[in-house]
């Protein structure tokens, strides 16, 4: 079975500091992963995904992620935190042989403080 | 322009009523989806449907149903079976194909008064 893990439901940072936001997997098949983004009231939005082109992934807004086959992560990182990146950000993972389920982490919702 | 079109945004219900939220989308994407958000559990599916007529049961479908009877329409219906049906829900669509991305509505709020 697929899960997603997400450590830290929360997480603060300043404002031009690093973000890192984690996520770990858990697949019996190589994966798909994905992060999306959710602002309050809002559905959410694809940030970048992971398709194995390229273990580093560039996605909008300066994020990036980068797959470890080794460590089963996917984690989120952008160099410098704005205040608008202020928002709940969600891991993602669905079955390279099977690919009608997504299955969700729980969130982790990102303050920055000025 | 494209997308996902979910209504209503908010909801209030009685216990003992069914609720029907809608989805609609444009994109022509085959693949159509329901999740339930509740705070600090992430999203969790209720129903997907892969092409017209057809549809398989999520994680919690008990208290839930569905239909898809054109390939742009996904509509929820909440029972009153369901339990616990405040919370807010969300439909997202998906292109054919291994890697496609998921595209969200705006997502609907029902609250059971």
Known sequence: AQSVTQLGSHVSVSEGALV???????SSVPPYLFWYVQYPNQGLQLLLKYTSAATLVKGINGFEAEFKKSETSFHLTKPSAHMSD???YFCAVTRKTSYDKVIFG????????? | DGGI???PKYLFRKEGQNVTLSC?????????YWYRQDPGQGLRLIYYSQIVNDFQKGD?????????????SFPLTVTSAQKNPTAFYLCASRKTGRTG?????????????
């Open chain 1, 20 to 26: 890192l936001l984690r996520c770990n997997y858990s």
């Open chain 1, 86 to 88: 202020a928002a709940e």
């Open chain 1, 106 to 114: 729980p969130g982790t919702s990102l303050s920055v403080i000025p």
């Open chain 2, 5 to 7: 079109t979910q209504s």
């Open chain 2, 24 to 32: 609609e989308q444009n994109l022509n994407h085959d693949a159509m």
């Open chain 2, 60 to 72: 919690i479908a008990e208290g839930y149903s569905v239909s898809r009877e054109k390939k742009e």
């Open chain 2, 101 to 113: 991305e998921l595209f969200f509505g705006e997502g609907s709020r029902l609250t059971v008064l």
